[in-house]
């Protein structure tokens, strides 16, 4: 449907509207029983324009046949939820699947989960989250896509191109929203929905991007953030969401809040009571509000505020338009209805399940691996000793934000590696040490179906002897640790990046046996190991339903891992934040020594992540010593795989700016590409810089600049790069 006859049947059915059914359709709700009568009565009196939560095919079916059949203009609703890494068939974590730095994995992740998510009747899902994340305090650096805007600006687009496709209303896609506008990764204290202090040059060069990259790449909606940015509350925040993103950006999709966050105007002292909250949001520029009831809604006063003069038919149309143009867009009002027939059959596509086992693959991030002790060499194995208490917990194994996964189809690390050898070798396990819970349960904990996982209690002291008995009966032992899946996402900050209960002392109880320990880290923030050094050391973050079988691919080198950091693996929480692309500062030599107590670098850096293969970076050319402002520069090297498997190297390009009319951070990822070698095999990677990736946001010309400067730039396989090559820039 083109634009032109989209706006007509908007604007001629937006000519019929009363205000409250105009208020109407601003109105999201939460629905969590089916048959609500409260929700029904609503929905048949044309005052709710779109649910959530609901995900059972028959009852979305009959809430659409109240709103198509009962409500006076018949508009459809809109069906949305948190689709965020896999319907049933769940995806590594978004932090993984970025880990991957494969674009084309992360978009066929996100067809996948489309399908699965359009299949049962969903529209709209609220996702990707893009929000830049520096402190692993915070719990939800599991859903974005790391610390770095270039590498979340990719992700971002990637992923939205995943769930919608080409167009809004392609079929088999849904309406993509990223989230959360904006700031909010930025939480003081790393403390959910805590406030957001960022600087206009942060903001812009740093915070922003991801979500101006899936807007350029088509995103049909935003949702806006819980917290304060810069001292107003970023849901009522005019200058994000009406100047920036609506006018400087020109989006022409519609914004929705966070559940409750338009009623939080009130909760912030922004807003004086609820109705003030709802005036203050939509005159902001949001279009919807995400409600989790009709009591709690801001905008089910609008009529009123409209009466009174407090917003205008203008403001309250225009918003009413981007919905009705997303139904359209849709083609909803053509096809409202689910084909329940076909639910079985994508939800059960063998094919889903594929692409899941190779997206884990590509996400593992090989740390450590000392004298190659990974791969294993299967021929050489009799025992092999799986400990852990995440080792065989399928719930675990999924990781935060799933909800209609099935547990017995997913594959534990345990169940992978007995799947895999269990024939040929022995495979024993010991949960090692008991999960400790949370000490401030989740809320998600309590929400039905989603209980976390049973715990197997055990007396620590004595489980720990058991699982070192069983290591040293063994020719090897697998330790899965790291955290339980209810302690990263939302509300699910932590103090410390210790492994949670006895783990660490497992771990040492095992390393000191000398054993071979190969330790999988289930985790999605940098954890603090003080030291331990196990064989090798593998990230496998929370895998999703194929994991365990991706992880025993892995593990006998039938995948080898390509993974790398979307972060700074930081030595301890004391280090927060550390990221790689600081400000270069007095005594820049002495960085490393800026703490008395410990290194100031990162375990690891962004970026990094090892393979069983190595690599040579050599011959870096720039194209030119000199360019023009706002012409382009190309860079290549060469890359020779020196090891001896096949294997996917990321190589990665830095730029520093030498001096300009701000200061720039040491070094900045502008360019990356995934390239698979044989043994000896040597490709010419080739780079092109334009003009957009030296520009960036002047806090001293407040606009965005492109300075007469040199430029530095260091490729190769982290962050640490130190092949470097220079060029310069001048007015031309
Ligand atoms: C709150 C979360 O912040 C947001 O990411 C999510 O989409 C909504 N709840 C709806 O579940």
């Given at each position: 449907?083109?634009?032109?006859?989209?706006?007509?049947?908007?604007?001629?059915?937006?000519?019929?509207?009363?205000?409250?059914?105009?208020?109407?359709?601003?109105?999201?709700?939460?629905?969590?029983?089916?048959?609500?009568?409260?929700?029904?009565?609503?929905?048949?009196?044309?005052?709710?324009?779109?649910?959530?939560?609901?995900?059972?095919?028959?009852?979305?079916?009959?809430?659409?046949?109240?709103?198509?059949?009962?409500?006076?203009?018949?508009?459809?609703?809109?069906?949305?939820?948190?689709?965020?890494?896999?319907?049933?068939?769940?995806?590594?974590?978004?932090?993984?699947?970025?880990?991957?730095?494969?674009?084309?994995?992360?978009?066929?992740?996100?067809?996948?989960?489309?399908?699965?998510?359009?299949?049962?009747?969903?529209?709209?899902?609220?996702?990707?989250?893009?929000?830049?994340?520096?402190?692993?305090?915070?719990?939800?650096?599991?859903?974005?896509?790391?610390?770095?805007?270039?590498?979340?600006?990719?992700?971002?687009?990637?992923?939205?191109?995943?769930?919608?496709?080409?167009?809004?209303?392609?079929?088999?896609?849904?309406?993509?929203?990223?989230?959360?506008?904006?700031?909010?990764?930025?939480?003081?204290?790393?403390?959910?929905?805590?406030?957001?202090?960022?600087?206009?040059?942060?903001?812009?060069?740093?915070?922003?991007?991801?979500?101006k990259a899936a807007i350029d790449a088509g995103a049909g909606n935003i949702m806006c953030a819980y917290m304060t940015l810069n001292g107003v509350p970023a849901t009522g925040n005019h200058w994000l969401i009406t100047d920036v993103l609506k006018r400087e950006w020109g989006f022409t999709g519609f914004t929705v809040s966070d559940a409750n966050s338009a009623y939080d105007l009130a909760t912030h002292n922004f807003a004086k009571d609820s109705a003030d909250a709802g005036v203050r949001a939509l005159n902001a520029g949001l279009d919807m509000e995400m409600s989790l009831s009709v009591k709690s809604s801001c905008y089910a006063s609008l009529p009123q505020s409209l009466a009174v003069g407090a917003v205008s038919e203008n403001t309250l149309d225009d918003a009413v338009r981007r919905i009705l143009a997303m139904k359209f867009r849709m083609g909803l009002f053509e096809n409202p209805y689910v084909d329940q027939t076909q639910v079985n059959a994508v939800l059960g596509n063998p094919a889903h399940r594929v692409v899941a086992q190779e997206a884990a693959e590509k996400s593992f991030v090989l740390l450590r691996n000392e004298n190659k002790a990974l791969p294993l060499d299967r021929t050489k194995l009799g025992s092999i000793a799986v400990i852990g208490p995440l080792a065989d917990s399928a719930r675990d194994t999924l990781g935060p934000w799933v909800f209609d996964h099935d547990l017995a189809e997913t594959v534990t690390v345990l169940q992978g590696i007995t799947d895999k050898v269990g024939g040929e070798m022995q495979v024993a396990y010991s949960p090692g040490v008991t999960m400790i819970p949370r000490l401030n349960p989740s809320f998600f904990d309590a929400l039905p179906g989603l209980q976390p996982a049973a715990r197997v209690e055990v007396d620590d002291d004595a489980e720990i002897l058991r699982a070192v008995e069983l290591a040293n009966a063994s020719d090897c032992a697998i330790l899965v640790l790291g955290e339980a899946?209810?302690?990263?996402?939302?509300?699910?900050?932590?103090?410390?990046?210790?492994?949670?209960?006895?783990?660490?002392?497992?771990?040492?109880?095992?390393?000191?046996?000398?054993?071979?320990?190969?330790?999988?880290?289930?985790?999605?923030?940098?954890?603090d190991l003080k030291g331990a050094a196990p064989d090798a050391i593998l990230n496998i973050w929370y895998p999703g339903t194929q994991g365990g079988a991706a992880v025993a691919n892995t593990l006998f080198g039938d995948a080898v891992p390509g993974g790398k950091l979307p972060f700074n693996w930081v030595r301890s929480i004391g280090q927060v934040p550390l990221p790689y692309a600081h400000m270069k500062t007095h005594q820049p030599k002495e960085r490393e020594n800026r703490y008395w107590n410990e290194q100031g670098s990162a375990s690891y850096p962004f970026g990094f992540g090892l393979s069983y293969a190595t690599f040579a970076y050599d011959n870096l050319r720039v194209s030119k010593p000199v360019v023009a402002l706002g012409e382009a520069i190309t860079v290549s090297v060469d890359v020779t795989n020196t090891g001896s498997c096949a294997a996917t190297e990321v190589a990665q390009l830095y730029i520093h700016q030498r001096y300009g009319s701000a200061a720039r951070p040491v070094r900045e990822l502008k360019g990356f590409k995934r390239l698979t070698l044989s043994p000896g095999e040597t490709q010419t990677v080739e780079f092109v810089l334009t003009a957009k990736e030296l520009t960036y946001w002047s806090a001293a010309v407040r606009d965005w600049v492109q300075d007469e400067t040199i430029i530095d730039i260091m490729v190769g396989a982290d962050s640490a790069a130190t092949l470097s090559a220079s060029f310069e820039v001048r007015a031309p």
């Amino acid at each position: 449907m083109n634009d032109k006859v989209v706006s007509e049947r908007v604007n001629a059915l937006l000519a019929q509207m009363t205000p409250e059914e105009k208020a109407g359709q601003l109105c999201q709700f939460f629905s969590f029983t089916p048959n609500d009568v409260a929700i029904t009565d609503e929905v048949a009196a044309g005052h709710v324009g779109s649910i959530l939560v609901v995900r059972d095919p028959a009852e979305l079916d009959r809430l659409q046949h109240v709103a198509v059949e009962q409500s006076r203009l018949g508009i459809p609703l809109l069906f949305g939820f948190d689709v965020i890494h896999g319907l049933r068939t769940i995806f590594p974590v978004p932090i993984a699947m970025a880990a991957s730095w494969d674009m084309e994995i992360i978009e066929a992740g996100q067809v996948v989960a489309a399908a699965e998510a359009r299949a049962i009747g969903l529209h709209w899902t609220f996702a990707p989250m893009v929000d830049i994340a520096r402190d692993p305090r915070w719990g939800r650096m599991v859903e974005g896509a790391g610390e770095d805007p270039h590498l979340g600006s990719a992700v971002a687009a990637a992923q939205v191109r995943g769930f919608q496709g080409s167009a809004i209303g392609e079929a088999g896609r849904v309406i993509s929203g990223p989230k959360h506008f904006a700031g909010y990764g930025a939480a003081l204290g790393g403390r959910d929905y805590d406030e957001a202090e960022i600087s206009d040059s942060e903001l812009r060069n740093i915070y922003l991007p991801p979500f101006k990259a899936a807007i350029d790449a088509g995103a049909g909606n935003i949702m806006c953030a819980y917290m304060t940015l810069n001292g107003v509350p970023a849901t009522g925040n005019h200058w994000l969401i009406t100047d920036v993103l609506k006018r400087e950006w020109g989006f022409t999709g519609f914004t929705v809040s966070d559940a409750n966050s338009a009623y939080d105007l009130a909760t912030h002292n922004f807003a004086k009571d609820s109705a003030d909250a709802g005036v203050r949001a939509l005159n902001a520029g949001l279009d919807m509000e995400m409600s989790l009831s009709v009591k709690s809604s801001c905008y089910a006063s609008l009529p009123q505020s409209l009466a009174v003069g407090a917003v205008s038919e203008n403001t309250l149309d225009d918003a009413v338009r981007r919905i009705l143009a997303m139904k359209f867009r849709m083609g909803l009002f053509e096809n409202p209805y689910v084909d329940q027939t076909q639910v079985n059959a994508v939800l059960g596509n063998p094919a889903h399940r594929v692409v899941a086992q190779e997206a884990a693959e590509k996400s593992f991030v090989l740390l450590r691996n000392e004298n190659k002790a990974l791969p294993l060499d299967r021929t050489k194995l009799g025992s092999i000793a799986v400990i852990g208490p995440l080792a065989d917990s399928a719930r675990d194994t999924l990781g935060p934000w799933v909800f209609d996964h099935d547990l017995a189809e997913t594959v534990t690390v345990l169940q992978g590696i007995t799947d895999k050898v269990g024939g040929e070798m022995q495979v024993a396990y010991s949960p090692g040490v008991t999960m400790i819970p949370r000490l401030n349960p989740s809320f998600f904990d309590a929400l039905p179906g989603l209980q976390p996982a049973a715990r197997v209690e055990v007396d620590d002291d004595a489980e720990i002897l058991r699982a070192v008995e069983l290591a040293n009966a063994s020719d090897c032992a697998i330790l899965v640790l790291g955290e339980a899946q209810n302690m990263i996402g939302e509300a699910a900050s932590r103090s410390s990046l210790d492994l949670p209960g006895r783990q660490q002392d497992l771990l040492e109880a095992l390393i000191a046996t000398g054993k071979p320990v190969i330790l999988l880290l289930m985790s999605a923030r940098p954890l603090d190991l003080k030291g331990a050094a196990p064989d090798a050391i593998l990230n496998i973050w929370y895998p999703g339903t194929q994991g365990g079988a991706a992880v025993a691919n892995t593990l006998f080198g039938d995948a080898v891992p390509g993974g790398k950091l979307p972060f700074n693996w930081v030595r301890s929480i004391g280090q927060v934040p550390l990221p790689y692309a600081h400000m270069k500062t007095h005594q820049p030599k002495e960085r490393e020594n800026r703490y008395w107590n410990e290194q100031g670098s990162a375990s690891y850096p962004f970026g990094f992540g090892l393979s069983y293969a190595t690599f040579a970076y050599d011959n870096l050319r720039v194209s030119k010593p000199v360019v023009a402002l706002g012409e382009a520069i190309t860079v290549s090297v060469d890359v020779t795989n020196t090891g001896s498997c096949a294997a996917t190297e990321v190589a990665q390009l830095y730029i520093h700016q030498r001096y300009g009319s701000a200061a720039r951070p040491v070094r900045e990822l502008k360019g990356f590409k995934r390239l698979t070698l044989s043994p000896g095999e040597t490709q010419t990677v080739e780079f092109v810089l334009t003009a957009k990736e030296l520009t960036y946001w002047s806090a001293a010309v407040r606009d965005w600049v492109q300075d007469e400067t040199i430029i530095d730039i260091m490729v190769g396989a982290d962050s640490a790069a130190t092949l470097s090559a220079s060029f310069e820039v001048r007015a031309p």
